[in-house]
């Protein structure tokens, strides 16, 4: 018999959650107008909000608390850190931030000016919102393919070349700082990029003398699908990929959140000392001094184990399986999906699912509600009310795929959970045709807009 597969940990130590009923649901969800980021965490009993800060930390990473340096400058753990970061990704030089976006706001706050354009492959949220904050813009070059969301494709995250050339034949040199490649890419579905296409960019960034940054929360997923889908690394180890990935950047920001399986953390990797000196004085300004910012010495030292724990093959093993056995599930139901299956999250395709919802009533928001309403799991929107509005127009800005994301939280649920979830999103698939109303907003913020958004049912 063949073994089957199996988590590549055990649990040492457990949190209770507990199971609501759908009335009690329903009057959270209505006190929480309708906005899923406003629920107390015990009113949710799976928590698919978010893979960020949420995964469980190893005794090894509690063990590395322990012996956290808080010494304000020249802290043991500062340096930990940076030969950690230098031995798995291979830059030199490096800034701590208290999360990712934190480490955009310094990167941006040194290369980015009014006026400027960034292209890149579906910019995460809060990487817009710093871009578009500084009345910059963000051109989305990701490939066609990734937008069909039943195509297969191996590499749904690649830049289309052709548009980034476009891009940079248009601009002068002086209005594009950087290039951003995200790994793998959140917005169209966790989805990979390749080391071919990652070449492809470093071409013609060469080209046209443009630096090309890496958002990179999620690198180490992104290395295990090259690993299985691009024929030249199928033998390397995880940290011999995740070397060659980072060899065609200049530098990274990191949301240490994600697969440096940490609660919080962040920080800003630099190949070039002339970036990483003109950070420098932000770093301080936002963050905190150049051994710490933003992060205490026992915060690095568990981010320094974790960035380790984070790309071993066993425990990206275990996390990709789970992600697929709930989608597999999903899928063999009927149940709209984006396939291939990301790495760190399901995508379901609200526009498919309820397709009696007008784009105007916030279809996969909708969906959010019901599967909340439906089970106690808490999923996430990523459709218009997370694209925001047009900056110039002011109009809403409706995107092609209105997804809802099952984010899973790193080594926190088990397969059973998983099939809780699936149980509930089939009990909302089976009475979608009784689903014909929306949401509309009452109460909205200019920029990143769904966190704090208040809705109605219509
Ligand atoms: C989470 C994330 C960020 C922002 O990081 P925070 O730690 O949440 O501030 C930036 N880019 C990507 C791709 C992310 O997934």
């Not at 997804?403 to 979830?421: E, F, G, K, Q, W």
Request: net charge neutral; glycine share 8%; charged share 25%.
């Amino acid at each position: 018999m063949k073994l089957p597969f199996a988590e590549s940990y055990k649990i040492k130590v457990v949190e209770s959650i507990r199971r609501s009923t759908r009335g009690e649901r329903e009057e959270w969800i209505k006190n929480a107008k309708y906005n899923l980021f406003n629920l107390k965490s015990d009113q949710v009993f799976i928590d698919l909000l978010t893979d960020s800060g949420t995964g469980a930390m190893s005794d090894k990473q509690w063990a590395a608390l322990m012996e956290g340096d808080e010494s304000y400058a020249g802290a043991s753990s500062y340096y930990r850190l940076k030969d950690a970061i230098h031995d798995i990704t291979g830059f030199e030089y490096f800034l701590p931030t208290h999360q990712g976006r934190a480490a955009e706001n310094v990167l941006f706050s040194t290369l980015v000016k009014e006026g400027d354009i960034i292209p890149g492959n579906s910019h995460f949220d809060t990487t817009k919102g710093h871009i578009e904050f500084r009345k910059a813009h963000a051109v989305d070059c990701t490939i066609d393919e990734a937008f069909h969301t039943e195509l297969d494709h191996p590499f749904k995250g690649n830049i289309d070349l052709e548009k980034l050339e476009n891009v940079l034949k248009k601009y002068p040199r002086k209005q594009v700082p950087m290039i951003i490649v995200t790994v793998t890419c959140n917005t169209s579905g966790g989805q990979p990029v390749s080391i071919e296409n990652m070449r492809g960019v470093r071409k013609l960034a060469d080209k046209y003398g443009i630096p090309v940054f890496f958002d990179s929360a999620r690198f180490a997923e992104n290395a295990y699908f090259i690993k299985l889908r691009e024929e030249e690394f199928k033998d390397k180890t995880i940290r011999e990929i995740v070397r060659e990935m980072f060899s065609y950047a200049d530098g990274m920001t990191m949301s240490s959140k994600k697969d440096a399986i940490v609660n919080m953390g962040g920080f800003i990797g630099f190949r070039h000392k002339e970036h990483f000196e003109a950070a420098t004085m932000y770093n301080i300004l936002f963050e905190g001094f150049i051994t710490y910012g933003g992060m205490s010495g026992r915060d690095m030292n568990a981010l320094a184990q974790g960035l380790y724990e984070g790309t071993g093959f066993h425990y990206l093993e275990t996390r990709i399986n789970q992600v697929a056995y709930l989608g597999k599930q999903l899928r063999d139901y009927g149940i709209p999906v984006q396939y291939p299956f990301g790495g760190h999250a399901i995508f379901v395709d609200a526009k498919r699912f309820l397709p009696n919802i007008p784009k105007e009533q916030y279809i996969a928001q909708t969906l959010a509600v019901e599967l909340y309403i439906e089970g106690g799991v808490r999923a996430v929107e990523i459709g218009t009310l997370l694209a925001d509005r047009d900056p110039d127009t002011r109009e809403n800005r409706y995107p092609e795929l209105e997804l809802v994301r099952l984010a899973i939280p790193r080594r926190v649920y088990t397969n059973n959970h998983m099939d809780y979830v699936a149980a509930a999103l089939i009990n909302v698939y089976d009475r979608r045709d009784k689903i014909t109303k929306g949401l509309r907003i009452v109460k909205e913020a200019p920029i990143l807009r769904h966190f704090t958004v208040e809705l109605e049912k219509i």
